[in-house]
């Protein structure tokens, strides 16, 4: 038979578009996890710029996050984006599964699953996983 599709949801109120910025994005003015350069900016940094484009949402890739990541740090970045009006809307990381099973690819398990609970702890509600290039 026929699949018949569902009518459209009736939502309440008008449409609402929110809009984040993805730290990536700006990844010429971040600082790398190893260092620093003139004119860059942290991810509190990053939440602040956010929030005074009167963003939503600030994505955050994990790519600058210090080296060592503790639940002091994480709970610091939630409460500074709290504090702006922003939600993480998500977190980004590499990863590569076009692996033969080994060493490699369960590195790169651990890795999501390491970077799933740091976000959890955000309270992100999404995770971009992408290959590096």
């Known amino acids: 038979g026929a699949a018949h599709a569902i009518e459209p949801f009736k939502r309440p109120g008008k449409p ?12 010429k003015y971040l600082v790398p996890a190893a260092g620093s ?7 509190a940094g990053f ?12 994505e ?7 080296k060592e990541i503790t639940s002091h740090f994480l709970n ?20 590569d599964y076009c692996q033969r099973p080994g060493p490699k690819l369960n590195a790169d398990i651990a890795h999501t ?3 799933i609970d ?9 995770i971009r996983v992408f290959v590096p290039m």
């Open 76 to 95: 610091s970045l939630k409460r500074r984006a709290q504090i702006s009006g922003l939600s993480i809307s998500g977190g980004a990381i590499r990863n």
């Open 60 to 66: 955050l890739t994990s790519y600058y996050f210090p």
């Open 37 to 43: 350069k003139d004119g860059a900016i942290d991810l």
């Open 118 to 126: 740091h976000y959890a702890d955000l309270g992100a509600p999404a």
């Open 16 to 27: 609402v578009f929110k809009l984040s910025l993805a730290a990536y994005s700006l990844r």
């Open 113 to 115: 699953k390491l970077w």
């Open 47 to 58: 939440i602040d710029y956010s929030a005074s484009l009167r963003l939503q949402g600030a």
